[in-house]
């Protein structure tokens, strides 16, 4: 029950980050399309924070993944 609960949490912490990615990449850049929207989505927490850090300094939103 506890690695459930433990679990739920990981993932909310997850969309979080997700959603706060998102929303600055639309701010930086412009609307997000759907390949944007579901990259992120689907990456996980460490990749979420990486991204997140490079924001900061990138040029354009492929720069964010690479």
Do not use: N, Y
């Amino acid at each position: 029950m506890e690695r459930a609960w433990q679990h739920g949490i990981e993932q909310g912490e997850r969309k979080g980050e997700a959603k706060l990615l998102l929303r600055q990449m639309e701010r930086k850049f412009g609307p997000a399309d759907v390949r944007l929207r579901q990259q992120i989505q689907e990456a996980d927490a460490e990749t979420l924070l990486e991204w997140s850090d490079r924001i900061l300094t990138a040029e354009s939103p492929e720069a964010v993944f690479h």
